[in-house]
Nanobody, 123 residues
Framework: VQLQASGGGAVQSGGSLRLTCSVS????????IGWFRQAPGGRREGVSC???????FYEDFVEGRFTISRDDAMTLVHLQMNSLKPEDTAVYYC??????????????????WGQGTLVTVSS
């Protein structure tokens, strides 16, 4: 079982990045994939998720700037991030999620996490 996040980098404020979560090795259909982030010195927080039924969720701070999408098999999940702000600077992680509904995203002890990809936004 493997989730691999990629696509991070350094951009200036207002720039864009596209993160990709590559998923492999699963023998069952997980409910959905979520993106989370952890800023330096901060707590890990949810960003967005997408379910197999194409339900999507975005945290309030996204404010319409990010778009999550997936391929049919949900082995590739993308997070297009536009109008990036310095406060978006964080390590971004993808994970399988047990909860992805319009109001929330959540994981439990059975979900899997990938390694993070660093996003740095300079002012």
């Amino acid at each position: 079982v493997q989730l691999q996040a990629s696509g991070g980098g350094a951009v200036q404020s207002g720039g864009s990045l596209r993160l990709t979560c590559s998923v492999s090795g699963f023998t069952y259909d997980y409910s959905g994939i979520g993106w989370f982030r952890q800023a330096p010195g901060g707590r890990r927080e949810g960003v967005s998720c997408i379910s197999r039924g194409d339900v999507t969720f975005y945290e309030d701070f996204v404010e319409g700037r990010f778009t999550i999408s997936r391929d049919d098999a949900m082995t590739l999940v993308h997070l297009q991030m536009n109008s990036l702000k310095p406060e978006d600077t964080a390590v971004y992680y993808c994970a399988t999620v047990s909860l992805c509904v319009p109001g929330a995203v959540g994981t439990n002890e059975y979900d899997y996490w990938g390694q993070g990809t660093l996003v740095t936004v300079s002012s």
